[in-house]
T-cell receptor
Framework: NAGVMQNPRHLVRRRGQEARLRCSPMKGHSHVYWYRQLPEEGLKFMVY????????ESGMPKERFSAEFPKEGPSILRIQQVVRGDSAAYFC????????????FGQGTRLTVV | AQTVTQSQPEMSVQEAETVTLSCTYDTSESDYYLFWYKQPPSRQMILVIRQEAYKQQNATENRFSVNFQKAAKSFSLKISDSQLGDAAMYFCASSTSGTYKYIFGTGTRLKVLA
């Protein structure tokens, strides 16, 4: 049973470009969470999705950031018109039907904006 | 709102010795979970140990154990017989039962000296 898969592992974007981060949850998991980790900080919650639904996006910046989890395919975190402050590690986690059992994390995508 | 505080940015321990990492939290909820995650240089978030707040018995996992002091809102991690592979960032986290958000502390970097 493969773990949570995130790609790419590293992504470099110039200011103003778009960044698309992908997350494939563990098999059988229908809950996906995205977290952001700034340098030397802990992870901060961004958004929680179930298949085709955004349940809670209270941690998402109001502009430029969006997330989806389509019926087929991976979850996507999209950042439009990236700025230097978006440079961070972005982690995806998934869990089975019941939240609060262990959430399994991917290895993260390190986004660098130059 | 929940908060998690780790007051030790960095700790060192001699190989085979014991070290304790501190964590305090604040929550108004009565039902919640506490976690310790390990993040090695690979960035993978690895669950070390989990504690349900309603359980009085401290959780243990092999060389890892916690000291859960509910009244003091303290949740420290003890690593016995430290090994070189234990060197990593350690994050304390909490979540409220029925929700899905982890609240992370800022982490403690553990160095293991040979």
């Amino acid at each position: 049973n493969a773990g949570v898969m995130q790609n790419p592992r590293h992504l470099v974007r110039r200011r103003g470009q778009e960044a698309r981060l992908r997350c494939s949850p563990m098999k059988g998991h229908s809950h996906v969470y995205w977290y952001r980790q700034l340098p030397e900080e802990g992870l901060k919650f961004m958004v929680y999705l179930q298949k085709e639904n955004i349940i809670d996006e209270s941690g998402m910046p109001k502009e430029r950031f969006s997330a989806e989890f389509p019926k087929e395919g991976p979850s996507i975190l999209r950042i439009q018109q990236v700025v230097r402050g978006d440079s961070a590690a972005y982690f995806c986690a998934s869990s089975p039907i019941s939240p609060n059992t262990e959430a399994f994390f991917g290895q993260g995508t390190r986004l660098t904006v130059v | 709102a929940q908060t998690v505080t780790q007051s030790q940015p960095e700790m060192s321990v001699q190989e085979a010795e014991t070290v304790t990492l501190s964590c305090t939290y604040d929550t108004s909820e009565s039902d919640y979970y506490l976690f310790w995650y390990k993040q090695p240089p690979s960035r993978q978030m690895i669950l070390v140990i989990r504690q349900e707040a309603y359980k009085q018995q401290n959780a243990t996992e092999n060389r890892f154990s916690v000291n859960f002091q509910k009244a003091a809102k303290s949740f420290s991690l003890k690593i016995s017989d430290s090994q070189l592979g234990d060197a990593a960032m350690y994050f304390c986290a909490s979540s409220t039962s029925g929700t899905y958000k982890y609240i992370f502390g800022t982490g403690t970097r553990l160095k293991v000296l040979a």
